[in-house]
C-alpha cells in the first residue's frame, strides 16, 4: 500500500513539474478575410512586416552570421511577437509570415496552451 502511494505521489510531482502543453499554427484563409473588411486585412498585414523587419534587423545585429543563413535558406517563419502568459493555466499567441527570397508569400498565427507549475509572462520573437 505504501508504495502505491509513493507512485502516485512521484507521478503528481512528476505531471506539475513537467506541465501538459497543447501548440498550434494556423494560416490566413478565404474564411477569415470576410470577418475583416480588406483595408483592416491589409493594415494587419502590413503591421506584421514592419515588424518583421524590425526582427530580422535586431537578428543581424546581435548574431552576425544570420543573414548568411537566411539568404541561403529556402524560407524563413518569423513570428516577430509571441505573448506567452499563465498562472498554473497558461496561454501563448503570435502572429508571423513566411518570407521567400525576402518577400513575404503567407501569413500566420501561432497558438498554444499549457497546464503545469508556471507563473509570468513574456515576449519573444520566433525565427
Do not use: W
Not at 474564411?31 to 486585412?41: F, I, L, Y
Not at 502572429?95 to 503545469?116: N, P, Q
Request: hydrophobic share 40%; charged share 20%.
Amino acid at each position: 500500500m505504501t508504495r502505491l502511494f509513493m507512485s502516485r505521489r512521484a507521478f503528481v510531482a512528476i505531471s506539475l513539474a513537467t506541465g501538459v502543453a497543447v501548440a498550434g499554427c494556423t494560416t490566413t484563409t478565404p474564411e477569415d478575410a470576410r470577418t475583416t473588411s480588406p483595408q483592416q486585412s491589409q493594415a494587419k498585414r502590413s503591421e506584421i512586416d514592419h515588424a518583421i523587419n524590425g526582427a530580422l534587423d535586431q537578428l543581424y545585429r546581435q548574431e552576425p552570421g544570420s543573414r548568411a543563413l537566411v539568404q541561403q535558406a529556402t524560407g524563413v517563419l518569423v513570428f516577430p511577437r509571441v505573448f506567452k502568459a499563465g498562472l498554473v493555466v497558461g496561454g501563448e499567441y503570435g502572429e508571423g509570415a513566411l518570407r521567400v527570397g525576402g518577400r513575404t508569400v503567407e501569413y500566420y498565427s501561432a497558438t498554444a496552451g499549457s497546464l503545469g507549475l508556471q507563473a509570468g509572462a513574456q515576449e519573444k520573437s520566433i525565427y
